[in-house]
T-cell receptor, first 113, second 112 residues
Framework: DAGVTQSPTHLIKTRGQQVTLRCSPK?????VSWYQQALGQGPQFIFQ???????QRGNFPDRFSGHQFPNYSSELNVNALLLGDSALYLC????????????FGDGTRLSIL | DQQVKQNSPSLSVQEGRISILNCDYT??????FLWYKKYPAEGPTFLIS?????DKNEDGRFTVFLNKSAKHLSLHIVPSQPGDSAVYFC???????????FGTGTRLTIIP
């Protein structure tokens, strides 16, 4: 049973560029959430997708956008990259039921030069 | 505004002894709490959770205690093993929300 998978593992971009990160949820999970983890900090919630729609959003600018596909996989897009966007981006999936924990992938390490 | 706080950045414990990791929260709307463990180059792994209707939940060597009046929870690991060395994150949410709010983590080192 595959867990949450994310690609790519590492990515290097320059300021102003755009990036797309991908996530496949754990089998049986229909809800995908994205988090940003800066060095020395806990993960910060970006947004959550359910039934191909953004259900919740954290305190992140519109440069951060996402998409969920009919097979429940998801993409995170970041436009006009800033140096401060350098972080580990984590995807988490869940069954969408109450009191079920979110399961995380290993993340994509994004470095902005 | 840090709604979930882990005030100890690091903790060292002898193998076989008890490890106690602490977490405080300020948002009284939180009613579901989770602990995650993170190894380097891996994503957080779910350990144990507790809802606000309970004050204790056990799973093998791991026990989580919740004190709602103090807005405080703790994770007890006993006995501690070398494989427990990792960063531990406390997270909180409320039912129907699913957005997790994390603390900044505590690095636990188990000394053989």
């Amino acid at each position: 049973d595959a867990g949450v998978t994310q690609s790519p593992t590492h990515l290097i971009k320059t300021r102003g560029q755009q990036v797309t990160l991908r996530c496949s949820p754990k089998s049986g999970h229909d809800t995908v959430s994205w988090y940003q983890q800066a060095l020395g900090q806990g993960p910060q919630f970006i947004f959550q997708y359910y039934e191909e729609e953004e259900r919740q959003r954290g305190n992140f600018p519109d440069r951060f956008s996402g998409h969920q596909f009919p097979n429940y996989s998801s993409e995170l897009n970041v436009n006009a990259l800033l140096l401060g966007d350098s972080a580990l981006y984590l995807c988490a999936s869940s069954e969408g039921q109450l009191d079920q924990p979110q399961h995380f992938g290993d993340g994509t390490r994004l470095s902005i030069l | 505004d840090q709604q979930v706080k882990q005030n100890s950045p690091s903790l060292s414990v002898q193998e076989g002894r008890i490890s106690i990791l602490n977490c405080d929260y300020t948002n009284s709307m939180f009613d579901y709490f989770l602990w995650y463990k993170k190894y380097p180059a891996e994503g957080p792994t779910f350990l144990i959770s507790i809802s606000s209707i309970k004050d204790k939940n056990e799973d093998g060597r791991f026990t989580v205690f919740l004190n709602k009046s103090a807005k405080h929870l703790s994770l007890h690991i006993v006995p501690s093993q070398p494989g427990d060395s990792a960063v531990y994150f406390c997270a909180a949410t409320n039912f129907g929300n699913e957005k997790l709010t994390f603390g900044t983590g505590t690095r636990l080192t188990i000394i053989p």
